[in-house]
């Protein structure tokens, strides 16, 4: 299925890349965040709740695993590293099949509980502040959401 790249230079630029695609979600989309620790993934998050219309301050979850917002649709933030080596079920099928917006970070460490149809993210460093963020899709919906991104 499709992927689309590009680069942000600073972290502003990371997170209205975040808005942008929260303006192109349907509820029950589930996104999986990939990247080392300070890429920017919770930046991202932070710029997608905006885009949801969340009013409070997201933070990362990392030691709740998950954290719930109210919005257009809800939120899921999840930050699962911790669960790295466990077979821990926090009830993901819950979440990954309501009408809420599910977001994960380090999302291979929960492999098999994500569902087929998602939207990967993965952030890579560059130089200083500059991010190659590069979107793939694993359904004809994720196809449509990555042009709309394009353009
Ligand atoms: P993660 O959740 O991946 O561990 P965070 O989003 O918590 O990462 O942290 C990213 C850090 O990198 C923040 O301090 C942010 O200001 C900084 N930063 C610098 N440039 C960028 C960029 N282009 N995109 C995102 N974050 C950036
Ligand atoms: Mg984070």
Request: charged letters at 25%; hydrophobic letters at 35%; zero cysteines.
């Amino acid at each position: 299925m499709s992927k689309h790249q590009l680069v942000t230079n600073n972290a502003n630029e990371t997170a209205l890349l975040g808005e942008k695609l929260a303006s192109l979600l349907e509820p029950g989309d589930v996104l999986t965040l990939e990247g080392d620790l300070g890429a920017g993934k919770t930046t991202f998050t932070k710029g997608l709740a905006k885009g949801l219309g969340v009013k409070r301050t997201v933070n990362s979850p990392t030691f709740t695993i998950v954290k719930e917002y109210e919005g257009r649709l809800p939120l899921y933030h999840m930050d699962v590293y911790r669960l790295e080596n466990s077979e821990e079920d926090i009830g993901f099928d819950e979440y990954f099949n309501s009408h809420g917006i599910s977001v994960v970070e380090w999302a291979k460490f929960i492999e098999e509980y994500l569902p087929e149809e998602r939207l990967n993210i993965n952030i890579n460093y560059d130089e200083g502040d500059s991010r190659t963020i590069e979107f793939s899709s694993t359904s004809s919906h994720f196809d449509s959401v990555i042009s709309e991104l394009r353009s």
